[in-house]
């Protein structure tokens, strides 16, 4: 059954094969009718192909590559106690939605750019069109120019370039001036908010007389100091006041007493009569001792003893007003050597008993005074702390923003890369227009178009008796 079904397709083949042969042959005049319509449409083609060789000027094309380095630079500038500026540039290709190549070509097929290069070359108008090609995933930019000679072709191409060049470092100036014009008022801002704050310091200061917070801290010191010899006189007085105690006891006085002693003391004629008291009391003593007291020298010097005596006390009544008695302890102290020394000891302490509470009076006062200032003052170092700060913050702002301006400058190819030439113009050493390879390929295309054309005509009823078979 399946080599029947084999078989019957072969046949209508075959039937199929011979009805084409058969009726696709064409009538005698047929040929003659094909070949004067064919023939007149190929010499046309040709003949413009030839036309185009020999008629169309040759052009030169002069090509070179730009390249675009892809790394951003950066840098940071560090004053001490100043302050610190830092500048950043990111790779022109770090963005994925804009794309230095792209806004290049858009530069280099500029009016202007082109306008530019025909003014550099003395050429009236614009220069042709270049052809920009972007060599995908790298950042190669591949330029031609077409001239009429090589040399020609060269020198179009040199001249976009340097216009294209020129373009760039107009933009870059540009750019540079305006955001420097930027940075400057700014600057100019910020400079006069650190006078503000350098005069509101100095203002502050001079109503205050707090300059330094190191003059702020030497005041607390003091008061410091103040509580420690605060400390020390009271020790010396509790030290002075036991000494005068123990003393005053010793002799039997009171301290009273004994500053009445000290008038006493220092009165040249009490001194002297106490002086001629103790020689001839020395001498009565001596002399009573050895002769008895009714002998005539004994007599003598008990006279001038009792004269001596009764001079001296009236001597101390008029200087203290003291009684009798006292007066004759004050004198049993002078005449004695150990009871004078002692007598001195409790005067000197006294006297530093009294200069320690002088001195500790006044050291009291003193804190006092500070004491009722430390409000204020703290508020005075509290608000000097913070114009301080004000300052030195508006310092720092004013420095870094001085150090910024310079760094912008570092890099002038931050908005628009560095473009480097890594192929200069080439001279052409033949002719890129017209190509003959591609206008012969052109003729021999068009020639088989017609002829593929005309044998349709020649099929057309075979190939519709095919499409549309009899029913």
């Not at 570092?410 to 628009?416: E, L, Q, R, T, V």
């Not at 113009?425 to 003959?436: E, F, K, R, Y």
Request: hydrophobic share 45%; net charge neutral; glycine share 6%.
């Amino acid at each position: 059954m399946k080599n029947k079904t084999e078989n019957a397709a072969g046949n209508r083949f075959l039937l199929r094969l011979w009805h084409f042969i058969r009726y696709g042959l064409p009538s005698p005049g047929r040929y003659k009718r094909y070949t004067l319509t064919i023939l007149p449409i190929l010499v046309v083609i040709w003949a413009l192909v030839f036309a185009y060789l020999s008629v169309a000027p040759l052009n030169y094309k002069s090509s070179m590559t730009l390249i675009l380095p892809g790394s951003g630079m950066g840098g940071s500038l560090n004053l001490e106690s100043i302050g610190q500026a830092s500048a950043q540039t990111s790779s022109a290709f770090a963005g994925t939605s804009l794309s230095p190549t792209e806004n290049y070509k858009r530069l280099l097929s500029a009016d202007s750019t082109l306008r530019r290069a025909a003014e550099i070359l003395g050429e009236p108008g614009l220069l042709p069109a270049p052809t920009i090609k972007l060599v995908d995933q790298t950042n190669l930019i591949l330029v031609s120019v077409s001239g009429p000679s090589p040399e020609n072709a060269r020198g179009r191409l040199n001249a976009l370039r340097q216009a294209f060049l020129e373009c760039l470092a107009v933009l870059r100036d540009d750019e540079q001036a305006k955001r420097e014009a930027a940075d400057r008022e700014q600057l100019e801002n910020l400079e006069a908010k650190a006078r503000a704050a350098q005069l509101e310091l100095l203002e502050f200061q001079g109503e205050s007389g707090l300059a330094t917070m190191d003059q702020f801290n030497s005041r607390i010191q003091i008061v410091d100091d103040l509580r420690a010899r605060e400390r020390e006189a009271l020790v010396e007085i509790e030290y002075g006041a036991a000494a005068t105690k123990r003393l005053a006891g010793v002799l039997k006085t009171s301290i009273e007493n004994a500053s009445l002693a000290l008038v006493l003391k220092n009165d040249p004629v009490f001194q002297s009569l106490i002086g001629q008291y103790a020689s001839v009391n020395t001498q009565w003593t001596e002399a009573s001792a050895t002769l008895g007291d009714r002998h005539m020298s004994v007599a003598e010097l008990r006279a001038e003893r009792g004269a001596l005596r009764k001079s001296m006390l009236v001597r101390g009544r008029e200087l203290t007003g003291l009684e009798e008695k006292i007066l004759l302890r004050f004198v049993d102290i002078s005449t004695s050597d150990g009871r004078e020394r002692i007598f001195e000891q409790l005067i000197i302490a006294d006297g530093d008993s009294a200069a320690a509470e002088a001195r500790l009076g006044e050291i009291r006062r003193q804190i006092d005074e500070h004491n009722r200032n430390a409000h204020e003052l703290v508020t005075q170092a509290a608000k000097l702390s913070d114009l301080l700060r004000a300052r030195r913050v508006a310092e720092a702002v004013v420095s870094s923003a001085l150090a910024r301006l310079d760094t912008n400058k570092a890099d002038p190819f931050a908005s628009y890369p560095l473009v480097q030439t890594f192929e200069w113009p080439s001279l052409p050493t033949a002719p890129s227009s017209p190509s003959t390879m591609l206008a012969i390929a052109g003729g021999v295309a068009a020639s088989f178009f017609v002829l593929v054309g005309f044998l349709m005509l020649w099929l057309r009823q075979p190939l519709l008796q095919l499409a549309l078979p009899k029913s």
